[in-house]
């Protein structure tokens, strides 16, 4: 099926961070992938998480920080942060804020999101 998707559902977070999902289970119905756009305050951070999707973060402008089992890595334009379901990680950013785009295969859904103390 050939479809056209006009616009994005805001997803409601903590912490000033923005989620605009394109495709995915929100805005298009979709359940095995999810697309959105993110954007993130300076300073912003938000709980560790263990999702049971695979996620690739691409950088689009300033620098994801993502702490993880093996480490912390900083993640900058035009570089791609990939995780798969079941490790625990922690989202921040620089002190820029950061542009980016989330990519979730089985699409994102806050009960599959796992965040710490929620």
Wanted: charged share 25%.
């Amino acid at each position: 099926m050939v479809r056209k998707i006009d616009s994005a559902t805001r997803i409601p977070v903590p912490g000033g961070k923005t989620i605009d999902e394109y495709v995915g289970v929100a805005n298009s119905g979709d359940a095995r992938i999810s697309i959105a756009y993110m954007k993130a305050p300076a300073g912003w951070d938000e709980p560790a998480q263990t999702p049971e999707f695979a996620e690739y973060t691409l950088v689009l402008k300033g620098t994801v920080i993502v702490e993880h089992d093996g480490g912390t890595t900083e993640v900058g334009v035009g570089q791609v942060f990939q995780c798969e379901p079941g490790e625990r990680i922690r989202y921040s950013c620089g002190p820029d804020g950061a542009e980016y785009v989330a990519v979730c295969l089985p699409a994102f859904s806050p009960e599959t999101v796992n965040r710490e103390g929620e």
